[in-house]
């Protein structure tokens, strides 16, 4: 009797027709050699984990990686990716934060359910690339991804940068203008309160 292999679709099993038996090595050899992209986001944050414990690739190599497991086309996929990170370890996260391109910390942020200081503080002192034309406006949408999880964190985070002796040349003055739009923002809404900010 010829056996054949079936392969279904994801979080079935698959078997060897004829004997029932659950085709185990033929996933993992044919996980092996996927390209990252075709992976699935469970595979994908399963591939970033092994490349941070083995330590193969710089932060800088992952980087854009992480670009892709973050590439979302909506809401739900923002959904997906949070449930996806909280099964990580907080180190493993602030990894993963620390290799993430400073356009991708935002949504990468949002998604983590439990934010801890340190993890603001990597994502507040992340460096702008020297050919963005409007820094202070990237910068503030990662001031605003912490602010969103907790206005007290950011102010915690902000302290510790503050009085950093590596604190970013920008920081300071990027903080300063973001609490003084947020003022405003706060002033505006108990003027207007039916007003959309």
Not at 125 to 145: G, L
Not at 160 to 179: I, L, M
Not at 181 to 197: M, N, Q, R, T
């Amino acid at each position: 009797m010829v056996s054949m292999v079936f392969f279904s679709g994801e979080g079935q099993k698959d078997t060897v027709a004829g004997t029932g038996e659950a085709v185990v090595e033929k996933r993992k050899w044919y996980e092996k050699y996927l390209p990252f992209v075709a992976r699935s986001p469970e595979m994908q944050l399963r591939w970033l984990e092994s490349a941070f414990r083995k330590g193969y690739l710089t932060p800088h190599e992952i980087t854009p990686y992480i670009k892709l497991f973050m590439a979302q086309d909506g809401e739900g996929d923002l959904a997906r990716v949070r449930g996806l990170l909280h099964s990580l370890s907080s180190s493993n996260i602030e990894k993963m934060l620390g290799a993430a391109d400073i356009y991708d910390v935002p949504d990468f942020f949002r998604c983590i359910a439990e934010p801890t200081v340190s993890q603001a503080l990597i994502a507040i002192t992340k460096a702008i690339p020297p050919y963005e034309k409007s820094p202070q406006q990237v910068i503030a949408r990662v001031f605003q991804a912490v602010y969103d999880c907790s206005e007290g964190l950011l102010a915690q985070a902000a302290t510790k940068v503050a009085g950093s002796a590596a604190s970013p040349a920008h920081f300071h003055e990027a903080y300063e203008r973001f609490k003084e739009v947020k003022e405003d923002e706060k002033l505006l809404s108990a003027l207007y309160p039916k007003a959309i900010l």
